[in-house]
């Protein structure tokens, strides 16, 4: 499953141009007509659109590196083509996406920044974060890293890191073991290293409930659908646009399956979404479905979290308790950037379409929960007390973090 901008700001511009111009809409509802391809082979076409968003927000990501938003060093292995200039309203929004998950990434690696934390990225695509990490100032030394997604993507990705001799560097170097191999499998979908994993899955594999050993407390059998996952320490999920495509049951069934069976109900736990919003609060949220259901691209799961209360709402529903947080990329925009920051951005190319941006802006939003481990939880074993004391604060660093309250 693809960690992509579509829907994204990008596609949010065409589809107001595209109406502008009296573009056609699709009817992607409606099952094949006589004749048509059958069932199997439809399936396999809606997975295929889903799969080549990635290329698009590599191409959007690139736009802004090459502008100068962000700092990226390793957005251009995974780019196929030439990215064309994007429009100022979607290279800031790549920036605010992009920079707002880098700061609730960093918070979390920055408490306690010797303990060994995981993060796992649900259809992770071209996404660089991991080398990013790696490459920055202060890496994190016992951080590891997993991406899950659609085997087609995955072996994209690892020939493009196999072709950079300072991608593979960094896997090398950032080994914590005596062994520093990197193993590629040999259909060359799945990579694995001490402290990165690539692992070739279609998520909705996760949705159908696990058998489990009658009695087990503790699901580590679990891991064998994604090997080499910890489920003991501390673990970050992500979703950047990629549970948004599934039926709101298998979206939330995969959640399901980290926060009840594959983790320990002991581990600290943590969700990060980043999806669009408000679909029928104004003409331009139903353009922009309307436009993505033309591609072929359906927002399965928007009805049902619409708004920025229902996505907080939603990590409660998961399990997150401890603490829930959503704001759209507008306030993200106003509160998390700093002035000193939003001077450099606003010099790097000329944004006169400020109302535009705001009603794009207010269309997505990141949402952020966790689960903390206290000392009434777990079974009371010295195992439990042994992990409140590794990870019970392991999220402090986000209960300061500025969110927005909403009115449905």
């Known amino acids: 499953m693809s960690a992509s901008q579509i829907p994204n700001l990008n596609t949010l511009r065409s589809a ?25 082979e439809s399936d396999s076409q809606k997975d295929k659109v889903v799969q080549q968003t990635d290329q698009d927000a590599s191409v959007s990501r690139m736009s802004a590196v090459e502008l100068g938003y962000l700092d990226d060093p390793f957005a251009h292995h995974f780019t196929l083509e030439k990215a064309p200039r994007k429009f100022p309203i979607i290279n800031r929004g790549t920036f605010v996406r992009t920079t707002a998950i880098d700061d609730l990434v960093n918070r979390f690696l920055a408490s306690n920044p010797s303990q060994k934390k995981q993060i796992i990225s649900l259809g992770a695509g071209s996404d660089t974060r991991y080398f990013r990490l790696r490459k920055s100032a202060n890496p994190s030394p016992s951080l590891i890293y997993h991406e899950i997604d659609f085997p087609a993507n995955t072996r994209q990705k690892i020939t493009a890191i196999r072709h950079s001799p300072e991608m593979t560097s960094l896997l090398q170097s950032a080994s914590n073991s005596s062994d520093p191999s990197i193993t590629v499998s040999e259909d060359e979908s799945a990579l694995h290293t001490p402290t990165y994993h690539i692992h070739p899955l279609d998520l909705r594999t996760l949705s159908v409930p696990q058998q489990q050993s009658h009695g087990s407390e503790t699901p580590n059998a679990q891991t064998s659908l994604i090997p080499h996952i910890d489920a003991a320490i501390p673990t970050l999920l992500l979703s950047e646009c990629c549970l948004i495509y599934l039926p709101p049951t298998a979206a939330d069934n995969i959640l399901k399956y980290f926060t ?12 990060i ?45 998961m399990g ?26 606003a010099g790097l190319e000329m944004l006169d379409e400020v109302e535009e941006w705001r009603l794009l802006a207010r269309h997505y939003c990141v949402a952020w929960g966790w689960r903390e481990v206290s000392a009434g939880q777990g079974t009371g074993t010295s195992q439990d007390v042994e992990a409140h004391d590794r990870g019970g604060s392991v999220f402090e660093g986000w209960r300061d973090v500025a969110a927005q309250s909403s009115v449905d």
Request: charged letters at 20%; aromatic letters at 6%.
């Open 260 to 271: 009840s069976q594959l983790l320990a109900p002991s581990t600290p736990l943590s969700l």
């Open 16 to 40: 107001r141009s595209s109406t502008r111009g009296g573009r056609g809409r699709g009817n992607h509802h409606g099952g094949p007509p006589s004749g048509g391809p059958s069932t199997a």
């Open 273 to 317: 979404v980043y999806e669009p919003i408000n679909p029928a609060s104004d003409a331009f949220g139903a353009m922009m479905v309307s436009n993505l259901a033309a591609r072929g691209i359906v927002l399965q799961t928007l009805k049902k979290y619409s708004s920025l209360s229902r996505q907080r709402e939603r990590m409660r529903m």
């Open 320 to 345: 997150f308790a401890s603490g829930q947080g959503a704001a759209d990329v507008d306030f993200i925009w106003e509160r998390w950037v700093s002035d000193d920051e939003k001077e450099r951005v």
